[in-house]
């Protein structure tokens, strides 16, 4: 597993590099990220526990380790978070199932476009 607190400082510290390069790309992330609070339709808990669930869907490690901080820093309980986590992994394997209909949606399109239409024999063999 990886050693979390050294790679937040290090995650910090690269995101810093990269917001004197380009700057206002951070400001515009930064923005987005603000933009919740200022609703304030869920409180901070809430919001920290929906960015875990969706850092673990997104495999954001970066986003865990800021967001896990963060839970803590607010006194989400473990069990919130297992929760939270809960939803993450049941949203993966309906997104799992979504998405094999649609790779089979897929097969059928492309199996579709590769037989020839009835009565026509581009091949000269029957399928």
């Known amino acids: 597993m990886l050693n979390w607190i050294d790679y937040r400082k290090k995650l910090v510290s690269r995101i810093g590099e990269f917001a ?4 206002e ?9 603000k933009a919740g ?3 304030g339709h869920l ?3 809430t919001r920290e526990l929906i960015a875990l669930a969706v850092a673990v869907t997104t495999r954001c490690d970066g986003c865990i380790t800021v967001h896990a901080a963060e839970a803590v820093r607010l006194g989400v309980s473990k069990n919130e978070i ?4 809960g ?5 993966n394997a309906g997104a799992a199932v979504v998405y094999s209909a649609r790779a089979i949606d897929a097969l059928e ?8 239409a009835v009565g026509h024999h581009a091949t000269g ?3």
Not at 20 to 23: C, L, R
Not at 25 to 33: E, H, N
Request: proline residues 5%.
């Open 37 to 39: 609070e200022k609703t």
């Open 43 to 45: 409180d901070a808990k």
């Open 125 to 127: 063999t029957d399928r």
């Open 87 to 91: 939803v993450a992994v049941a949203l």
């Open 25 to 33: 790309t951070v400001k515009g992330y930064q923005a987005l990220s």
């Open 82 to 85: 297992a929760e939270a986590l």
């Open 109 to 116: 399109a492309h199996r579709a476009a590769a037989t020839p």
């Open 20 to 23: 004197a390069a380009s700057p």
